[in-house]
């Protein structure tokens, strides 16, 4: 009964890998609300902003590069990126 109870586990872990692969990954902080990334509201949060806006990008990169549209956009975002770091700091 061991040995059955310990498959049926590893399988339930099985299909729950499958079900989120080829998925980006979650990420999860505590103590960041909804609008973290909007400056003009008192959730903001600027280090998780950062932060998100750095994954955004290093997903768009990895998944996307290869099309030209795409690069051109992310080029851009880095760009505003940029922009918007520099305002941030200032």
Not at 3 to 20: F, I, N, S, W
Not at 39 to 47: E, K, L, R
Request: hydrophobic share 40%; no cysteine; net charge positive.
């Amino acid at each position: 009964m061991a040995k059955q109870r310990g498959k049926r586990k590893k399988d339930e872990k099985d299909e729950k890998a499958d079900a989120t692969e080829g998925l980006p990954p979650l990420n999860l902080h505590p103590n960041v609300y909804h609008a973290f990334y909007n400056s003009a509201t008192p959730q903001f949060n600027s280090d998780a902003a950062k932060l998100a806006w750095t994954r955004t990008l290093n997903f768009f990169s990895a998944h996307w590069y290869n099309h030209s549209i795409l690069r051109y956009h992310v080029a851009r975002l880095k760009q505003l990126a940029l922009q918007v770091a520099t305002m941030l700091s200032s």
